[in-house]
């Protein structure tokens, strides 16, 4: 396992660094989205309110959970809540865990989830290496453009399952 005291690993110059040393990574993180795809912004002619209804009341979210490898959105798991440290280890050792060698830098954020010691142990048996993003860095993570494009993606193709955006995706 490594700590990001340098940001040099996961910024761009630090992705093909990590190349240059043998490692290819894998960012893995998750996204929710919101059961409604209701704009927030309106049109109205100048002085008039935008009406519309939208309620303040939450409602079910559906959770992504993806890996971003060589450059494509792998291993996309849809479901309905949030991730806990169960689901994620879970698709971890299902999903991505059968795919990693010694060659990958499996790079993840501060969630709680992904601090727990089985989730070590599973990416320590592929022979992967572990890194913490820095807190609070989410610019370092390139799957969060791919998740900003899916729900943009969504916003616009109403008809549109999110499952089948999620596999019309790369």
């Not at 992504?64 to 479901?79: I, S």
């Not at 059968?98 to 990416?123: G, N």
Request: hydrophobic share 35%; charged share 20%.
């Amino acid at each position: 396992m490594i700590c990001a005291n340098g940001w040099w690993i996961v910024s761009a110059v630090g992705a093909a660094r990590s190349r240059q040393l043998g490692k290819r990574p894998v960012h893995i993180d998750e996204c929710g989205f919101a059961s409604s795809t209701a704009r927030r912004y309106g049109y109205a002619p100048k002085g008039q309110r935008v009406e519309g209804l939208v309620s303040g009341h939450r409602r079910p979210r559906t959770s992504l959970l993806a890996a971003r490898m060589d450059g494509r959105l792998e291993e996309p798991l849809l479901f309905e809540g949030t991730c806990d440290t169960a689901i994620f280890n879970t698709w971890l050792q299902t999903r991505l865990c059968p795919r990693l060698t010694a060659q990958h830098l499996v790079i993840l954020d501060h969630a709680t989830f992904h601090k727990s010691p089985e989730t070590a142990q599973l990416i320590a048996a592929t022979g992967a290496t572990l890194l913490f993003l820095p807190p609070y860095s989410p610019d370092f993570n390139p799957i969060e453009q791919d998740f900003a494009a899916l729900k943009k993606r969504r916003e616009y193709q109403d008809q549109t399952t999110l499952d089948g955006i999620v596999r019309g995706y790369h």
